[in-house]
Structures are given as C-alpha cells and as structure tokens.
Nanobody, 117 residues
Framework: QVQLVEPGGGLVQPGGSLRLSCAAS????????MSWYRQAPGKERELVVY???????NYADAMKGRITISRDNAKNTVYLQMNSLKPEDTAMYYC???????????WGQGTQVTVSS
C-alpha cells in the first residue's frame, strides 16, 4: 500500500522556520522524483520545489531562496526546510512522488502551514 505521510506542519510566526517531512512507503523511493506543492484557500495548487531521483533540484520562484529540499533515500523521506516564512506562505502543503519512467504520481494527504502572528 502506497503511503506518503507528511507530519511537520503547524502555526509559525512571520519570519519563523518550519521543517516539513514526507515519509514514503509501499514503493521504491529511489525510483521516484519528489515534489512539494502548496494550495492556499481559493487558489490553485502550485509547485514549490522538485528534487529528482538523483538529487537535482528545481525551485519555483515563490519561495526560492527561503527553502531547501533534500531527500534521504535510506529513510524513504523527503524534507522541506522553510525559513523567513511570510503570511502569504499559508497553505496546505503536499508532497508528490513521480516515477522516473512511467510518470505515475502519488500524493500525500497534505499538511497545513499557517504563518501568522
């Protein structure tokens, strides 16, 4: 059974930091590229950052310079370190796994990040 579990969300003050994680099970993690997306209320889901199976990263403009993605294939986990958070970063954050050949996607259930004083 494929699972992507994303603990780590919560409430943080503006300027604060938060680390999200996404623990994968039920598939061969090293054969998948991983991405983080976010969706704010009333807005479309948008890509935040991508990391290939080999570790190549691609950051979308919205949070570039304030976030770092990393993956630990031994732990089947991808991380998203977020710094200097802004109220406009408030959203549901989702991780996605994409198979490197078939492009099949798996999504996590999402974790809420709220940036507010």
């Amino acid at each position: 059974q494929v699972q992507l579990v994303e603990p780590g969300g919560g409430l943080v003050q503006p300027g604060g930091s938060l680390r999200l994680s996404c623990a994968a099970s039920g598939f061969t993690f090293s054969n998948y590229a991983m991405s983080w997306y976010r969706q704010a209320p009333g807005k479309e889901r948008e890509l935040v950052v991508y990391i290939s199976a080999g570790g190549t990263t691609n950051y979308a403009d919205a949070m570039k310079g304030r976030i770092t993605i990393s993956r630990d294939n031994a732990k089947n986990t991808v991380y998203l370190q977020m710094n200097s958070l802004k109220p406009e970063d408030t959203a549901m954050y989702y991780c996605k796994a994409t198979h490197i050949w078939t492009k099949r996607d798996y999504w996590g259930q999402g974790t809420q990040v709220t940036v507010s004083s």
